[in-house]
C-alpha cells in the first residue's frame, strides 16, 4: 500500500508524521511525508521519502506576531491558505491508496481494531 502523510505547521506537528513513516516503512509499506519545504532534511534524515508542500508556517507565523505587536491588528488568512495548500498536496497525491492529514485519524483507525 502506498500512504501519503501530509503533515502541516511547527516541526512539532510535523515529527509525529517521521515517526509514524518510520514505522509504517518497517512493516513494508510505501510511505512518502508532504510537508512545509523547511522539513525536507528532517525526512531526509529518518530516510524518508519527502515531497515539499505549503509554506514555512513557523516563517510565517513569525511574521504574524511582528504585525500584531506592530498594528495591534488580527486578522489570519493562514486557516484559508493552509486548506488551498492541502487540497493541492491531496490533489497531487491522487495516485496513492491512503492520505492521512492528521495523527488522530490513524489512533482512531488503531482503536478499532
Same mark, same amino acid.
Given at each position: 500500500? %502506498? /500512504? =501519503? *502523510?501530509?503533515?502541516?505547521?511547527?516541526?512539532?506537528?510535523?515529527?509525529?508524521?517521521?515517526? +509514524? =513513516?518510520?514505522? *509504517?516503512?518497517?512493516?513494508?509499506?510505501?510511505?512518502?511525508?508532504? !510537508?512545509?519545504?523547511?522539513?525536507?532534511? *528532517?525526512?531526509?534524515?529518518?530516510?524518508?521519502?519527502?515531497?515539499?508542500?505549503?509554506?514555512? /508556517?513557523? !516563517?510565517?507565523?513569525?511574521?504574524?506576531?511582528?504585525?500584531?505587536?506592530?498594528?495591534?491588528?488580527?486578522?489570519?488568512?493562514?486557516?484559508?491558505?493552509?486548506? =488551498?495548500? +492541502?487540497?493541492?498536496? /491531496?490533489?497531487?497525491?491522487?495516485?496513492? %491508496?491512503? =492520505?492521512? %492529514?492528521?495523527?488522530?485519524?490513524?489512533?482512531?483507525?488503531?482503536?478499532?481494531?
Amino acid at each position: 500500500m %502506498e /500512504i =501519503a *502523510l501530509i503533515a502541516y505547521g511547527s516541526r512539532g506537528d510535523v515529527q509525529p508524521f517521521v515517526a +509514524l =513513516a518510520r514505522a *509504517l516503512r518497517q512493516v513494508g509499506q510505501q510511505v512518502r511525508l508532504l !510537508a512545509p519545504p523547511t522539513f525536507a532534511s *528532517l525526512a531526509v534524515d529518518h530516510d524518508i521519502p519527502f515531497a515539499p508542500t505549503g509554506a514555512d /508556517i513557523e !516563517a510565517h507565523l513569525r511574521s504574524r506576531i511582528q504585525t500584531v505587536r506592530a498594528t495591534g491588528a488580527v486578522s489570519d488568512p493562514v486557516m484559508r491558505e493552509r486548506a =488551498a495548500q +492541502l487540497g493541492a498536496a /491531496i490533489q497531487a497525491e491522487q495516485g496513492t %491508496e491512503q =492520505a492521512l %492529514e492528521h495523527i488522530s485519524h490513524v489512533l482512531r483507525r488503531a482503536q478499532k481494531r
